[in-house]
């Protein structure tokens, strides 16, 4: 069964079948040619009850939280604030631009919303100081990555409802990462300055990174208000996500920023986005019963520990894996089929199931930047106005630091371990 369902999938992909038609498709053709053909009844049960989850009620609440913050003001007085921060150094738009989508990851959990709402602010900055477009569009999408795995992140939410971690561990967990992919690209682009010339502009004063503070001081303080809530246990990572939503909603009036009918767009943008993640979800639980009654996942461990037995060579496999399917995949797809399908493999290989969700958490991440499904290429190139094949070729080099830094956090799992068990405690077994 498993072949016929991976090859009806990957063919309808190869078509350019959008992913939720493509997984439902695929799923039901291996039911009618199995031995469950009459049984098609099975679909629909699995599918509703995979949804009928309360932890992936986080997932539309954190996708509105990122669309109210980019119609309520809150993403211009972000980029201000880095601008006063660290925009006089070499390629200083280029630092802004990673900085600003650091500070906007601690509010929104998706790399969508970095950027389309950060990116039409960043991408047109560039231009108007005299930076190539197709870089500036490539900055913009390298730093949407850190987006979903510093928290709240609706990416690691599904890791823990599919992996069935804590979503406060898993939200630990990718702080560090998230951070360390952010240092990566700002160090990446002062070596790049070394040896191009970019425009540059005066360091602010004191008074001025004050003014920009002051400024935005409500929108600055968000991800703290969110964050704090969560890891000092005030609130469950759902909670976390209704939080977001109503501080956004009231700095918008605040700022006088937020109209009703920008309310609405939000509104509307969140639940189209929401219903399309949970068919997805929905039809991906239907694929994953398929998969564990053929008992794919044990199969698959037994032919990996044939092909090795180290775990070294199994993670630096698991890396070039993951970031291949991440180059024609979206994350909540791949990692809807991935996920259930490797956990017996990672547990056999004694791997931390929290470290093995920021490995393929960043690794399908990369995909956002790479063709042909790279969705961030789309967008910047849609906002900043951008032929897709200069924005493709511009981003590539961004792919060593990311890479890299991918490498880096595979082989050393305290990166992703050590905050959730010095917080939260070591996880029982």
Known sequence: M?????????LLILLRVPISIAI??????TFVTSD??????????????????????AVPFF??????MNVAGVTERIFNFANA????????????????SMIFAGISGAAVADCAGLGAIEIKAMRERGYQAPFAAAVTVASSVIGPLIPPSIGLVLYAFLAQQSIERMFLAGLVPGVTVGLALMLYVRFVAQFKEFPTQERATVRQVGATAKHGFLALMAPAIILGSIMFGFVTATE???LACLYCIGLGIWYRELTWKKFMGALTDSAAMTAVIMIIIAFSIAMGWLL?????????ADQIFELTDSRNVFLGLLVVFIILVGCVVEGVPAKLILVPTLL???????????????????????????PPMGIGLYIVSEVGRVRFEAVTMAVLPFLVPLIGVLVLLTYVPEFSTFLPNLILGPETQ
């Open 292 to 300: 564990a009654i053929d008992q794919a996942p044990q199969k698959l």
């Open 240 to 242: 976390a996500g209704v």
């Open 36 to 57: 469950f053909s009459n049984a098609l009844q099975i679909i629909p049960q699995q599918m509703l009850e995979g949804v009928n989850k309360a932890s992936l009620t």
């Open 2 to 10: 498993a072949y016929i369902l991976f090859g009806s999938f990957l």
């Open 63 to 68: 996708i509105m939280a990122g669309n109210l």
């Open 344 to 370: 017996p493999v990672i547990d056999a290989y004694g791997i931390d199931r929290v470290h093995f969700g920021i490995i393929i958490q960043l690794g399908l991440l990369i995909g956002i930047a790479t």
């Open 24 to 29: 439902g498709s695929a799923t039901l053709l």
């Open 85 to 100: 921060l660290v925009g006089h150094m070499k390629a200083g738009l280029a630092q802004v631009n990673i900085l600003s």
